[in-house]
């Protein structure tokens, strides 16, 4: 099930952000970005975690929790692409969560296809 258009409150979370139409994020107070993308597919999630990750400045940590079975193959893929760093799986966690760190000076990828150079 995906996540609704508001924002989703994590225990200590602040800040929420809302991702349209279906993609949650927040910050805790470690830093740390939460982005929800419930089961949304890949290529989806991707339009989605493009337009997030722009908004961020360089360094920034990035967890990502997905429920799609092609998560941990695109999102390596995804940021050797745009030269994000994939920093691999988040343990533990109650649902799949990947981990990424904002790059200074991401190569530009289409905005309706984000694994696509622009």
Do not use: F
Request: hydrophobic fraction near 40%.
């Amino acid at each position: 099930m995906g996540v609704g258009a508001a924002a989703q409150q994590r225990p200590g979370a602040r800040h929420p952000v809302t991702l349209p139409p279906q993609v949650a994020a927040s910050i805790d107070d470690d830093g740390v970005w939460h982005v929800d993308g419930g089961d949304l597919g890949c290529a989806r999630l991707l339009i989605h975690l493009r337009r997030h990750v722009a908004t961020l400045e360089a360094g920034t940590v990035v967890h990502l929790t997905s429920t799609d079975p092609v998560a941990p193959i695109d999102l390596p893929a995804w940021c050797r692409l745009t030269g994000h760093v994939y920093l691999g799986p988040v343990e533990p966690a109650a649902r799949p969560t990947y981990a990424i760190e904002v790059a200074a000076a991401p190569t530009p990828t289409d905005p309706n296809k984000p694994w696509h150079r622009a």
